[in-house]
């Protein structure tokens, strides 16, 4: 019983084989339907975005470059945390300590 299903998956593998070469041998060319996108961790996300600064920026400049990149993007409450972890690292430096609704504003180190 087990060595004719194994058979009968070998002769579909070879039907589907056979239509995908031509008729002279040669092999059609790939079609890509669609990009396959890596899905990146809100911690990389924000790093690249930091990387991508310059000068004094605040979370909602991270939020705009996030953004741009990915446009489904809407987890912005966590992107303050990440921040955080990124001056508690030492990547980055505090210039001006955020208070309620005023963001922090960070530089690179």
Same mark, same amino acid.
């Given at each position: 019983?087990?060595?004719?299903?194994?058979? @009968?998956?070998?002769?579909?593998?070879? +039907?589907?084989?056979?239509?995908?070469?031509?008729?002279?041998? !040669?092999?059609?060319?790939?079609?890509? #339907? @669609?990009? @396959?996108?890596?899905? *990146?961790?809100?911690?990389? *996300?924000?790093? !690249? /975005?930091?990387?991508?600064?310059?000068?004094? &920026?605040?979370? =909602? %400049?991270?939020?705009? =470059?996030?953004? !741009?990149?990915? $446009? /489904? &993007?809407? =987890?912005?409450?966590?992107?303050?945390? =990440?921040?955080?972890?990124? *001056?508690?690292?030492?990547?980055?430096? #505090?210039? %001006? #300590?955020? +208070?309620?609704?005023? $963001? @922090?504003?960070? +530089?690179?180190?």
């Amino acid at each position: 019983m087990h060595g004719q299903e194994i058979a @009968a998956i070998d002769r579909l593998i070879s +039907r589907e084989r056979s239509k995908a070469t031509s008729p002279n041998g !040669a092999q059609p060319p790939v079609r890509i #339907t @669609a990009r @396959a996108r890596r899905r *990146m961790s809100l911690s990389a *996300m924000v790093g !690249a /975005a930091v990387r991508k600064m310059t000068g004094d &920026f605040d979370r =909602e %400049q991270i939020v705009q =470059e996030i953004q !741009a990149q990915n $446009p /489904a &993007f809407t =987890e912005t409450q966590r992107i303050g945390r =990440e921040l955080w972890k990124l *001056m508690r690292d030492g990547e980055l430096k #505090t210039v %001006q #300590t955020g +208070r309620g609704r005023i $963001p @922090a504003v960070y +530089r690179k180190k």
